[in-house]
């Protein structure tokens, strides 16, 4: 289980910065407990799912992708339009991330453009990295410059694919609203591919063999910095805790977007951690009020009031 060092000043300034998510209710006499929360996020693009979970105030906002889109029964991209432009009228004002095709930065500046319009509450997804991957001859600030080029027209970003804290510091500096460090798929990639350092871990600058890394082989991911230092299980945790604690070293109001959540125990991890916002798959979301104790003592309960005629 991730447990966080103490929080600094500075993380609890950062939060006094951040904007109300559970404001008061004129008329309502008892003022909101919890005007800062994390807020949370369905991911889902399955209006059926995402609309009862919305009424009952339990989301305020929702996440999506062309996979969630295609599940929820897009045919064609005009029909996945129509779906993404549905769901930000119904979550209005609440935010809905959309997220992009296209993978060349003017088609990427258009297309971003072309789904902002669907919604004045529409977050546009880019992917920080990964585009020399996908085309060796890509310019690896694609992600970076669009990001930076949306800012400039208005457009909110949702940082996609973050699986460090530099990446998530290069985004926040480009102008993006939202990062979303992805959990799951950075616990299955160290469990993976990470390597067992023989050397202690030194100061912040890692301490590592190959000083000038020639052999290109000393990452990150292998180092005390989010991967090692702990359980594998728990690196998205730590990754978030790294984040918040760089944002609040520079009163940085970028909102923290945990994704890739796969069970109720990473959102209490991400919670200790300063996650900002919480984006849920709706099976992760219908069972975060269960708990054995809790089905047996409703039980109790219910057999109790019968002696009252209930």
Not at 24 to 29: A, L, Q, R, T, V
Not at 121 to 132: A, E, H, L, T
């Amino acid at each position: 289980m991730f447990t966080p060092p103490f929080s600094s000043d500075a993380m609890f300034n950062r939060k006094g910065l951040m904007p109300v998510i559970n404001a008061d209710k004129d008329g309502n006499p008892l003022p909101h407990p919890a005007p800062k929360a994390a807020r949370i996020f369905a991911d889902s693009a399955t209006r059926a799912d995402i609309e009862p979970l919305y009424r009952a105030g339990i989301i305020n906002g929702i996440t999506t992708n062309p996979s969630l889109l295609k599940k929820a029964g897009a045919k064609s991209w005009d029909h996945a339009k129509q779906i993404m432009r549905d769901l930000c009228t119904l979550l209005r004002p609440h935010p809905v991330s959309l997220e992009l095709t296209e993978l060349g930065e003017e088609g990427m500046v258009r297309q971003a453009t072309e789904l902002s319009e669907l919604g004045d509450n529409s977050v546009i997804k880019v992917p920080i990295g990964g585009y020399r991957a996908v085309d060796p001859s890509a310019d690896p600030y694609t992600g970076l410059k669009v990001i930076r080029r949306l800012w400039e027209r208005g457009i909110k970003v949702n940082t996609t694919l973050v699986f460090n804290t530099t990446q998530a510091f290069w985004a926040a500096n480009a102008g993006a609203v939202y990062v979303s460090p992805f959990l799951g798929r950075l616990a299955d990639y160290g469990s993976k591919h990470d390597k067992a350092e023989p050397l202690t871990s030194g100061n912040s600058l890692y301490w590592v063999k190959d000083h000038k890394n020639a052999a290109g082989d000393e990452n990150t991911h292998n180092s005390e910095y989010v991967a090692s230092g702990g359980p594998l299980k728990d690196a998205g945790a730590r990754l978030i805790f790294e984040i918040a604690t760089v944002f609040a070293n520079y009163r940085i109001t970028t909102e923290i977007l945990a994704a890739s959540i796969r069970s109720p125990v990473q959102l209490t991890e991400c919670l200790l951690a300063g996650a900002d916002i919480l984006t849920v798959p709706a099976t992760v979301l219908a069972t975060v009020a269960d708990h054995p104790l809790s089905d047996e003592g409703m039980k109790a309960f219910a057999a109790d009031a019968k002696a009252f005629g209930k």
